[in-house]
């Protein structure tokens, strides 16, 4: 697999945690990377999370397992319900599972199974929402733990591929249900727009291509003007900077006194914030959320714990 092939981190480490639900798309990078791995001497371990939430899971997990027999892949698996039935409380919990799972084993890896209709979908979702640059480049091969090898593969060929090897996945039937959002953009909204333009999906994956390569430009400004600022930061500079390099600088800063507990605000706290360090007012707050809130003092502003104002 190409992605494979080029991935600098893969190349220092070569354990891998397949994500596999049993889908057609993490059984078909499952199986991709079974083939793979005696040319780029990979060491695969597949993880597969049960939460439980419908009828027939238990059945989908056996199914996993037999799909590892088959491919002769070590399996780890666990059955743990999400603190709510909701689509990121259940994500959440697989990302922490997937990122012990790779404790466990020593790898610097998680593949996952994101094809480019989920990159298309992405973006599109992110566009409804308001999101800035760093939404709109939605996801990437690489980020940190997490890998992507389909991410440039269409969904259609991933069924070709299933079809070709004789697999057979599982149709997990909330792919289906209106009550999840990216399944009504998919189903509903995606068909709408192609019928405008048969290319959209391959125009949204190179909107997030664009967004990406003028994110990091933006990006490294922003760094190289935090790097000569202190716990608080000069007004009157970040005043100067190209707005969505303040915007940048902003929410790096903000990600900074988090450190890593949770992530910045959403697009429009953030244009908050933004009106109040761009106007002429010397005095001024505002809670951003999370135990935190931007104080501004004459030509100064810091963000920190509420209880500091």
Known sequence: MQACRADSVLSRNPRVVVAV??????????????????????????????????????????????LCDRLQVRLVSRRESPRAATEEAARE?????????????????????????????????????????????????????????????????????????SLRPIEDPSNRSPR????????????????????????LVRLAAAAKAEHEVVTEQAVLWLAGQ??????????????????????????????????PGDAERLQQAMRILTSGRDQASLSLGQGLSLQVRGDRFSIGPRGQE
Not at 42 to 56: I, K
């Open 230 to 263: 202190s716990d608080s930061f000069d007004r009157r500079g970040f005043q100067a900077l190209p707005a969505a390099v303040g915007v940048e600088s902003l929410r790096l800063a903000w990600g900074r006194v988090l450190a890593g507990r949770a992530t």
């Open 93 to 165: 919990l697989r990302h922490a599972y997937l990122e012990s799972v790779a404790a466990d084993v020593g790898a610097a890896t998680v593949a996952l199974g994101h094809t480019a209709d989920d990159q298309a979908e992405t973006v599109l979702l992110h566009l409804i929402r308001g999101s800035g640059l760093e939404g709109l480049a939605a996801m990437q091969v690489r980020e940190g733990l997490r890998f992507r090898p389909l991410l440039t593969t269409w969904r259609e060929d991933v069924a070709a591929h299933c079809r070709r090897h």
């Open 21 to 66: 639900s049993g889908g057609p798309d993490s059984t078909v990078l499952l199986h991709a990377l079974t083939r793979a791995a005696p040319r780029l001497r990979l060491e695969l371990t597949a993880a597969h999370l049960d939460h439980g939430l419908r009828r027939g899971s238990a059945a989908d997990a056996r199914k996993v397992a037999g």
């Open 180 to 203: 999840f959002t990216r399944n009504r953009v998919r189903r509903r909204l995606m068909p709408v727009l192609e019928a405008i333009n048969p290319q959209v999906k391959s125009s």
